[in-house]
């Protein structure tokens, strides 16, 4: 059946290419976003952890389709972390199952030059380096077709399949020419799901984040700082705690860059000593306290501690993201203690700082206890620390 859909595919898809636009009515968009990807749930058990999703383009049609897997440990979009996909040649004599990084990441944070692939190869090299004895789980048949160099798809220049040739940092290249078992093909996808799955459980393998954040540096802050109020619309329908959650709604904790963490406190460090500045006081711009670096107290219950123009006093807590949206941050317990003390009402803030790498932007929730309080925001307890200690 997949390999029945696939080639209805490749015969199908100049024809709809020509037309330019994503039409949903097309049998091909339905191959892409709808018939593949149910194949590959069934083929991993409708597994919550993973999601499922193929793209022909958004508005105009890409050069060629794509059928990814995400791992939502890792990440749930192409542009981010890294993830198994189904690419496919733009001529259609063969189709690829490649484990590799998202190339929008890199693309955002060095453009379309040379320093993009210099970046990716980087990255690549780095991510096999410190995964390769995990080849080892794979099953024989399945470990002989690996490869481990950039995959072949692209007879031109076009610049995204270049991309994700250079992202490849495994793949099983199949030729379309014969006709290819199902059994197999759903062999090497678990098989592969499996490699996937090790690297992202891995304790040796870094942060996905940091293959893209490892040469970063601090954005500088710009003539116009972008800044706006975070106000929450509707109330929750009801608080939430450990005890509530449903089946498959726990979120594992996965790794994470502390550097994507201090680029975004230093960025909004340097904003609040600006903003000051530019405001005329410059003697409570000389006054403001990153933490992070400071001889004593670094670990207050929040990050950074400033001033509005008229000297009254601001506790910032910084959660930063390489995404252009935040959907939840997690706070310490001595965070929310200071946040929802009552002696800080009112002065306790949470800055999100989004594209912390490139454009930041930041929005500012201001005493997030009294949103949780008035029913705006929502708590929900995901771990609880077990002291063994025989002390």
Known sequence: ???????????????????????????????VLQEIPSILREWHGSNRQYLVKGSDGQGNLNRTP??????????????????????????FAS??????????????????????????????NKMRNASSHLLNLLEPTTRGKVSTKPTVLNSGNDFKL?????????????????????????????QMLKLYDAMVE?????????????????????????????????KVLRKINGSENKAGNYKRYSKSSDKVGKIGEEYVFNVEKETLQRGGRKDLADKVIWHRNFPTDRTPGWDITSYDL???????????????????VDLTRKEWEQASASANAGRYNIYFVTSAL?????RVLCDPAKWVENGYLALQIERYTLNISEN
Not at 3 to 31: E, F
Not at 178 to 185: G, S
Request: net charge negative.
């Open 310 to 328: 008229d000297g009254q006093i601001k506790l910032i807590e910084v959660k930063a993201s390489l995404s252009k949206q935040i959907a939840n």
């Open 162 to 190: 270049k991309a994700y040739e250079m992202c490849s940092v495994y793949s099983i290249t199949y030729s379309l020419v014969d006709v290819i078992n199902d059994e197999i093909l759903q062999n090497d996808y678990q």
């Open 66 to 91: 794509w059928i990814a897997t995400f791992n939502t440990e890792v990440t749930t979009s192409a542009e981010k972390g890294y993830y198994l996909v189904y690419l496919f040649q733009d001529n």
């Open 358 to 362: 490139t454009k930041p932007k930041i």
């Open 1 to 31: 059946m997949f390999d029945h859909l696939v080639r209805k595919l490749a015969l199908g898809w100049d024809g709809y290419r020509a037309t330019g636009r994503v039409s949903a009515k097309d049998p091909i968009h339905s191959i």
């Open 202 to 234: 891995s304790p040796t393998l870094p942060s996905e984040e940091a293959y893209v954040v490892d040469n970063s540096t601090t954005p500088e802050v710009p003539d116009q700082i972008d800044i706006e109020p975070f106000v929450p619309k509707k």
């Open 95 to 124: 189709m690829v199952l490649e484990l590799g990084f998202g190339a929008t990441q890199f693309e955002q944070k060095y453009g379309r030059g040379k320093l993009f692939f210099d970046e990716v190869q980087s990255a690549v």
